[in-house]
């Protein structure tokens, strides 16, 4: 990561509108990362009905949720946050894998 000094000569040079083209495309990217998650929790959620495993992995779930923090420390990002973006990408991949059983 760049460090505070560069950071700020960074964004004095951007205009606002390169600053939102640059949002835009995070955006962007945001959403096809989590179409990659989705997919691939669908496709574990196929894997647990063929085995008869049961759709909540508790275990697994905190797992989730401790890297998650983890990874929010390590980018100096609020972990509250994270976690609670974490918490809806697993609540809504377990309502998909019910809704499909």
Do not use: H, W
């Not at 998650?68 to 609540?91: H, M, P, T, Y």
Request: charged share 40%; aromatic share 2%.
């Amino acid at each position: 990561m760049a460090n505070d000094n560069t950071d700020r000569r960074r964004t004095e040079e951007m205009s606002l509108d390169e600053l939102r083209d640059e949002i835009q495309t995070i955006d962007r990217e945001l959403v096809e990362l989590i179409a990659q998650r989705t997919y691939v929790a669908d496709t574990i959620a196929q894997v647990k009905n063929e085995r008869g495993l049961p759709t909540t992995d508790e275990d697994q779930e905190q797992r989730v949720m401790d890297r998650a923090g983890e990874n929010a420390k390590r980018f100096d990002v609020d972990s509250n946050l994270v976690k609670a973006i974490f918490r809806l990408l697993i609540e809504l991949n377990k309502v998909e894998q019910r809704e499909k059983r």
